[in-house]
């Protein structure tokens, strides 16, 4: 007999650092558990290749290796650092993958023996043969783009085995696909054990960034791990911004040009069809853009 | 193009105020055997540390141990499941490891996630007027949370978790 009654699947693993959560929606037990096994095993994955912390990954060989000789990274790595770098590209900088020597001397991440960061984004030589060189010592660190990249991994993962509906959540980083339109809490930005409001969202990616639980004093000086690739400023304002995106690698990315940008972001937004929600430390919106109704002249 | 509601749902403020919880549980011992050892059997096999095997234990991982009793089954077969508790600043987590015959680390599950909301919000201007966005909605929004975005809360008390777990394995199931 086969029965329609839908189901909901919901499971959570430690990975990249965080909670990751994968509920999907069906009407077959069994196969929306193999569908979520397999989802897991792709952002494991990622995290293998792209941990700053493990010292056999991809990111760990590049920032060991790749300022000596070129480095072969696997296709997903090599994805991550284009995509990097076209965001880097498209922010003047602001983004940028290599502020990871910053956050060392902060110890939001752990030491290196390799060299300490210098240079820029613009010192990744993505070499056409799939290695990938630093002109200058580098540490580069995904730690703003690669939650975002598994998130997506994963919804494929899940549509290939016939998941129609889920989410896939790492961390507050997460993706809503299929038909239904799912209620998203945001975490107020001065008591992140609260929630401050709520967006519904369908077939979108949601990314929030604050420093609530990440902001600390180092000699008497405000630090946080959101940084201004430009000028290695930490961000130190007690709000928080949440981008909504096609997809949650974008989302992820633009949290962090955000916080840097705040309405000046708008143009940005708008090329990638992104909108925005500004929370101010009393939790109340400050500043929210939607594409369709704030477009750009040209489109 | 597919167009989301993008449409921010500030919360009334008695929903603020009053504490709620964001909690799931998703397995229960059983489906989380099931779910790390599927079509093995497994018997209940649970442990009572010495104070000395305690010491071990936290020597070798540097992390506190809180309960001298610890959940363990025997897969049969090979291989261990054992259900433990964490404690972080935000969050009570219980989750279940398997451990292949060999003592490595075979799957984690989170079992149950709680975290607590506790807090007040004690500036009411959080109600700023949005022009044309922001709606009141009449949902519970407070009683039925049920995804959150935010910034990362770090999954670091598993890893701490799971360090302490392998210390045990090694001081007290290795040899049995």
């Known amino acids: ?299 | 193009m597919t167009k989301s509601e993008f449409v921010f749902i500030a919360l009334p403020i008695s929903a603020v105020v009053a504490p709620s919880t964001f909690a799931v549980q998703y397995l229960t011992v059983d489906q989380a055997q099931r779910a790390i050892f599927p079509g093995k059997s497994l018997t209940a096999a649970p442990v009572k540390l010495a104070p000395a095997q305690r010491k071990t234990i936290e020597q070798a991982s540097g992390v506190r141990v809180l309960h001298d009793e610890q959940q363990v089954w025997r897969v049969s077969g090979g291989g261990w499941f054992i259900v433990d508790e964490v404690v972080g600043k935000h969050e009570f987590i219980t989750y279940a490891v398997g451990l292949n015959p060999n003592g490595s680390v075979k799957q984690i599950e989170v079992m149950d996630y709680r975290e607590t909301y506790g807090g007040e919000i004690r500036n009411e201007n959080w109600r700023a007027q949005f022009v044309g966005k922001t709606s009141q909605s009449q949902l519970k929004l407070d009683r039925d949370i049920k995804n959150v975005s935010g910034a990362t809360l770090s999954c670091r008390h598993i890893t701490d978790g799971v360090k302490r777990l392998l210390a045990f394995y090694d001081v007290a199931l290795k040899r049995s």
């Open chain 1, 1 to 299: 007999m086969r029965t329609n009654r839908k189901i909901e699947v919901r499971r959570c693993r430690p990975l990249l650092g965080t909670f990751v959560e994968i509920q999907a929606f069906g009407t077959n037990p069994v196969e929306l558990e193999g569908a979520i096994d397999a989802a897991f095993l792709v952002i494991a994955q990622v995290h293998r290749l792209m941990s700053f912390h493990d010292s056999e990954s991809d990111v760990s060989r590049l920032n060991r290796d790749a300022y000596y000789e070129a480095v072969r990274v696997h296709a997903w790595t090599w994805r991550v650092l284009k995509s990097a770098e076209e965001f880097s590209r498209n922010t003047d900088g602001i983004f940028d993958v290599t502020t990871a020597g910053q956050l060392v001397k902060w110890s939001y991440l752990p030491r290196y023996r390799f060299p300490s960061g210098m240079g820029s984004w613009r010192d990744i030589v993505l070499e056409v043969t799939g290695r990938v060189r630093f002109r200058r010592p580098l540490l580069i660190d995904f730690g703003g783009i690669a939650k975002g990249f598994a998130v997506d991994r994963a919804v494929e993962v899940l549509k290939r085995n016939r998941v129609m509906t889920g989410i896939v959540n790492a961390g507050g980083d997460l993706r809503v696909f299929g038909s239904a339109s799912q209620i998203v809490h945001i975490r107020h930005p001065a008591q992140p054990d609260c929630a401050a409001g709520a967006v519904r969202l369908r077939e979108r990616a949601i990314a929030t960034s604050g420093i609530y639980f990440a902001r600390r004093e180092n000699r008497r000086r405000c630090v946080s791990p959101i940084l201004d690739g430009r000028t290695s400023r930490a961000a130190c304002d007690m709000i928080s911004v949440t981008v909504g995106a096609a997809n949650c690698m974008t989302a992820d990315a633009l949290t962090k040009v955000l916080f840097a940008l705040r309405e000046r972001a708008a143009p940005l937004l708008a090329q990638y069809s992104a909108d925005a929600l500004v929370l101010e430390r009393d939790g109340g919106p400050s500043w929210m853009f939607d594409p369709t109704c704030d477009a750009s002249p040209q489109t």
